[in-house]
């Protein structure tokens, strides 16, 4: 059962930036594929950010100024949000996925004031 965790949401206002961590236990191996997505009421989970085992994919609304990485040794996945805008306001929310299994984190709530 993997289980991932994230941190590192909060307030910041348009223009800043902000790192989110997740960290994804209980795999003794190194996790597919690990990224973000994020939600906000009354719309659907849209995909952010995704590293998989050779590549990355981003949104479109993101490209540019959103980074992913990861750490595979410790089943680690980051976010780097810079020129955050108001629309980028939401939870997000970190998923894993690994033998064919969806895991997702219980979410971090980001907030872009104007």
């Known amino acids: 059962q993997v289980q991932p965790v994230e941190s590192g949401g909060g307030l910041v206002q348009a223009g800043g930036s902000l790192r989110l961590s997740c960290a994804a236990s209980?795999?003794?191996?190194?996790?597919?594929?690990m990224g973000w997505y994020r939600q906000v009421p009354g719309k659907q989970r849209e995909l952010v950010a995704l590293s998989g085992e050779s590549s990355t994919s981003y949104a479109d609304s993101v490209k540019g100024r959103f980074t992913i990485s990861r750490d595979n040794a410790k089943n680690t996945v980051y976010l780097q949000m810079n020129s955050l805008k108001p629309e980028d306001t939401a939870d997000y929310y970190c998923y894993a996925g690994h033998l064919g299994r969806s895991y997702w984190g219980q979410g971090t709530q980001v907030t872009v004031s104007s």
């Open positions: 209980g795999s003794m191996f190194s996790i597919t594929a």
